[in-house]
Structure formats: C-alpha cells, structure tokens
C-alpha cells in the first residue's frame, strides 16, 4: 500500500485539480485526497460557508463559490483554475443535481437544469476550450 501512496504521489503533486460539487460527501474526500498527494485542488460549489470549510481543511485546497450548472460561471471556473496555477490537469465533475418529484409533475426546466449539472457543467459548455 506504500507503494501504491508513493506512485500516487508522484502522479499528483504539483497538479492543478479542479472538483466541482467539491464541499462535502465524495467531492471533498477527493479533495483531500488529492492535497494530501501534493495536488494543488480547488473545489466549486453553490453553498459559500461549505466551501469556506471544505477550503480551511487543507492547505493545498482552495475553494470557489460557483453554480457550473450556468455556463458563464463554469467558464470563470475553468479561468481561475488557469490564472492560479497555468494548467489544470485534472476535472473531477462530481455536481450532481436531482428533483424530487414525479415524471407527471417534473417541468422540462428542471429537466434541462439537471441535465446541465450532471452531464454537460464544465465538460462541454464551460470553458474547457480556455485549456
């Protein structure tokens, strides 16, 4: 397993890593996986105070308050990833969105917002181009 932490650590430090959805669950166990091998992170989400947080629970972790379900705020994302660190060589699109509600009461709106999170954030219409 030593081994294993070693050759992740050689992969990751120095690495400009971009997680949305970074604040808390998965995203910011990543996080913090990803710092603790030398990875310089920063981690996207809607909810300021989590990602203050999420941002004070390693050094190597930095946070920014963003919805990458808009394409503007994707684009900004993917801009201050490159303006901190010059590259960004790894996007973990962890943003996830759902609607509790049935098919018959579901609206095409949240349809496409879900669509927008899960599927195309960063990816396809934010900003990827700017790499």
Do not use: C, P
């Not at 981690?43 to 050094?59: M, T």
């Amino acid at each position: 397993m030593k081994y294993l932490h070693e050759q992740s650590q050689a992969i990751f430090d120095g690495k400009g890593i971009l997680i949305t959805g970074g604040s808390s669950g998965i995203g910011l166990a990543a996080a913090q996986f990803f710092a603790q091998l030398g990875g310089h992170v920063l981690v996207v989400g809607r909810r300021s105070e989590a990602i203050s947080e999420a941002a004070r629970s390693h050094e190597q972790i930095m946070g920014m308050v963003a919805d990458v379900s808009r394409e503007e705020d994707a684009a900004a994302v993917v801009k201050h990833a490159l303006d901190l660190w010059g590259r960004l060589d790894v996007l973990v699109n962890n943003a996830a969105m759902i609607a509790l509600a049935s098919l018959e009461t579901v609206t095409s709106d949240q349809v496409t917002s879900i669509f927008q999170t899960n599927v195309l954030v960063i990816t396809v219409d934010g900003g990827l181009e700017l790499i």
